[in-house]
């Protein structure tokens, strides 16, 4: 059998490196791996330098074995000694922590728009984004608001245009709204909304620094499908069957439609029946005024609180306008990477598939930094094998319940024998 492993040069010791994809000569793991049902073979696409870190993308289709946390992950080299890795997430960015904003000079302008003057206060914090917190009220509320910010409360720049603002009080869309403009170090805020109708009530202001996205999350593989049937002013999109369970933190969607607004709700369920709502928003492109930048003039994403489900369905509020008939409608998880010092003996193999695996600790997490994590160098993952080997962690009797049963039947019925041999 000819070798495809390529030999590092300059006197490196690291020995694996491209691996073809195709099964070994045993898929069986050594003895003291055998509770780990499946494996995957990695390896380096090239020589690198000693000691350098190596990742691996988690796969969607990993999940289906794995737990959806990750922590029955293993790797081991090719003697079968375990080998230390991070589990790495890019952030997202810091969010600083919100700031009550005073109000004054609330007011409308009649048949134009409603204002409020905003003061984030005299300590020159950096601020980026303004949370509206309306009035409590029963009607339903769509504006759209403009943010103007000044440092000496007379000559105003708009730093964010046509912003949507809405309270929709039927589906649940009544709290807060966060609008996003560019950083600034001004104190005043001029928000004005603009409804051309009663004013607008503005109850509470926030303001923090909240970071971009450093990665943006990465769509799962499995499609989803618009439903045939929905309530009236509903579009309703679920994915082709049950999906393993990977942690799911938000939905993208995709159209070509220049301008557009739709409020969204996901929500989760464990039997396809009975659902529980996880996260919602409103997702929307408009043209963009001159001199606006583009990127404020969508959002095409919503954030989830981080689930991981079997069924899934994204609802899509069309209300009283037509459905969007490209709309493509996409599950966002969180790009993972396991990221290890590959050692001497390879090739490696990542093992799961073990329920009652045990969170692994490495000193590998306390020795190397956010850069280093985000700098190692790519390695490949291959198809996934089947432990021949493989023993069950859970114990006898859960693996084996009939055996349970029968004889907890036979000692019912030795008891009852008993019984009735102590009456006569």
């Known amino acids: ?154 000559t105003w720049r708009i730093v964010r245009q046509r912003a949507p603002l809405y309270r929709f009080d039927e589906e649940g869309f009544r709290g807060p709204i966060t609008i996003r403009y560019p950083r600034t170090h001004d104190r005043w805020l001029q928000l004005r909304l603009f409804d051309e109708g009663e004013e607008i009530l503005v109850e509470k202001l926030r303001v923090a620094e909240k970071g971009d996205s450093e990665v943006p999350r990465i769509a799962i593989r499995r499609g989803m499908t618009l439903r045939s049937h929905a309530p009236d002013g509903e579009s309703i999109w679920e994915p082709h069957g049950t999906l393993p369970l990977m942690r799911i933190s938000g939905v993208r969607v995709e159209t070509a439609r220049e301008e557009f607004h739709r409020p969204i709700v996901v929500s989760v369920g464990d039997d396809g029946e009975t659902w529980r709502q996880v996260g919602r928003g409103h997702v929307y ?60 003996q390879g090739p490696l193999r990542i093992l799961y598939g073990n329920q009652r695996a045990e969170t692994p600790e490495y000193e590998l997490a306390k020795l190397t930094t956010k850069d280093e994590l985000e700098a190692a160098r790519e390695a490949e993952l291959f198809r996934e094998q089947a432990n021949d080997g493989y023993v069950s962690s859970e114990p006898f009797t859960e693996r084996h319940p009939v055996i349970l049963w029968l004889a907890l039947g036979l000692a019912v019925v030795v008891l009852g024998g008993l019984a009735l041999k102590s009456l006569r």
């Open 285 to 344: 492109r408009f043209r963009a005024a001159e001199g606006e930048d583009l990127s404020q003039r969508q959002s095409l994403e919503v954030e989830v609180r981080e689930t991981a489900a079997r069924y899934w369905r994204v609802t899509v509020l069309d209300r009283g306008d037509p459905p969007i008939d490209d709309l493509d409608v996409k599950l966002l998880r969180d790009r993972q990477s396991i990221v290890f010092k590959p050692g001497t």
């Open 1 to 154: 059998m000819t070798s495809r492993f390529e030999r590092p040069t300059g006197g490196f010791t690291l020995l694996f490196a491209v691996l073809v994809a195709g099964s070994l000569a045993a898929a069986e793991l050594p003895k003291e791996w055998r509770n780990w049902s499946h494996f995957r073979e990695v390896g380096a696409r090239s020589a690198g330098e000693p000691g350098e870190l190596l990742s691996v993308v988690v796969p969607d289709d990993l999940y289906e074995h794995a737990r959806s946390d990750l922590e029955d992950l293993r790797l081991i080299d090719q003697g079968g000694s375990e080998i230390g890795y991070v589990l790495h997430s890019p952030g997202r960015g810091l969010v600083h922590e919100w700031r009550k904003v005073g109000i004054s000079d609330a007011g409308i302008v009649p048949d134009r728009y409603s204002q409020v003057v905003g003061d984030t206060g005299d300590g020159g914090s950096v601020h980026n984004a303004i949370e509206v917190t309306l009035e409590p009220g029963d009607e339903d509320i769509f504006a759209w608001a403009e943010v103007a910010a000044s440092d000496d409360r007379e």
